[in-house]
């Protein structure tokens, strides 16, 4: 699956205008009448326009493509919530594949291309197999990217909000299941900062790099998260990652720095885990590019997605 913001789009099998302009008037529409099993791939266009809908993409939906008028110029929005009454996080999506938050991706081999995820309270939850963003704005508070999958994050900006009075913002929340997983999220190339400089004027507000959730209980976090060559700006505390509540051993997870710059980037004054890693090596670093992690020379070319397939 790849959900892209193309100029010029690719040419459309179907297209959604809410105006009435196009062959349907919501996305949800389109997406229910698209081929299951599709062997070549199902392009939707999606016109300018603001989408306040609920959008499922099942798991016998492959191949398929959808394409908006740009970053800002199509929005697909929703308002579901745990506090508003829906009985788990899972089920609160707005575009999800089975299950989802904010945006929840979970077939194998999805790619998203310039597209903004804005989230408050909701999240970006990357579920399952291999993912790519490439030139993707994401923004959130406590834990906006979170999930078990084996993601790559490039060139994209990483926005932390001003959060609920008294709450610390945390980027990611990974929950590899076992050290034998290979799942993780490495970033590469982003630029991390507060949203609209909210968080440096109102001041007294913490934000990590990330904490190992672990949902299983009594079992410890394996969680894998790795920034490689990324801006990060005075907004990212110096001690750089937190332990989940009420869990100090962090023995099993890898936290990794490689080549960062900016005010944030000081590694001086991070934690003093052995499970978090300075990385010097470039082979080491090697092994959480496109091409080594996601394997995503094998399957990105196929979505029309640009990607750089290592760190060189």
């Known amino acids: 699956m790849a959900i892209l913001d193309s100029n010029p789009p690719p040419a459309a099998d179907a297209v959604v205008g809410a105006d009435g302009s196009g062959n349907y008037t919501t996305i949800a529409a389109a997406v229910a009448a698209a081929p299951l099993k599709s062997t070549k791939r199902y392009v939707i266009c999606i016109k300018k326009g603001t989408y306040n809908e609920l959008i499922t993409i099942g798991q016998n939906t492959w191949n398929l493509t959808l394409v908006g008028d740009g970053m ?110 290979a799942t993780g999220f490495s970033f590469q190339d982003c630029n991390l900062y507060a949203d609209d400089d909210d968080l440096l004027r109102a001041g007294g507000v913490e934000t990590y790099l990330g904490r190992p959730w672990q949902p299983i209980p009594d079992s410890p976090p394996f969680s894998r998260v790795v920034f490689m060559e990324c801006t990060m700006s005075s907004v990212i505390d110096p001690k750089g990652w937190l332990p989940w509540e009420g869990r100090t051993d962090v023995s099993n997870v890898y936290y990794g720095e490689y080549n960062n710059t900016g005010d944030g980037a000081d590694v001086s004054g991070r934690v003093k885990w052995t499970s978090f890693h300075v990385i010097q090596d470039a082979s080491e670093a090697a092994k959480y590019t496109v091409e080594n992690f996601i394997q995503g020379d094998k399957w990105i070319p196929g979505t029309g997605v640009y990607y750089k397939p290592s760190h060189q």
């Open 72 to 181: 800002g110029a199509t929005i697909i929005t929703g308002h579901q919530s745990v506090g508003g009454g829906v009985s788990s996080t899972s089920k609160t999506g707005t575009v999800k594949n089975e299950q989802a938050v904010a945006l929840l991706s979970n077939p194998d081999a999805s790619a998203l291309y310039r597209c903004g995820i804005r989230a408050y309270q909701d999240k970006l939850y990357a579920k399952s197999s291999r993912q790519f963003y490439r030139e993707c704005r994401i923004s959130g508070t406590v834990d906006f990217i979170l999930g078990d999958a084996a993601a790559v994050f490039q060139r994209c900006d990483v926005a932390a909000r001003l959060p609920l009075r008294g709450q610390q913002n945390t980027i990611t929340a990974q929950p590899r299941a076992t050290a034998a997983s």
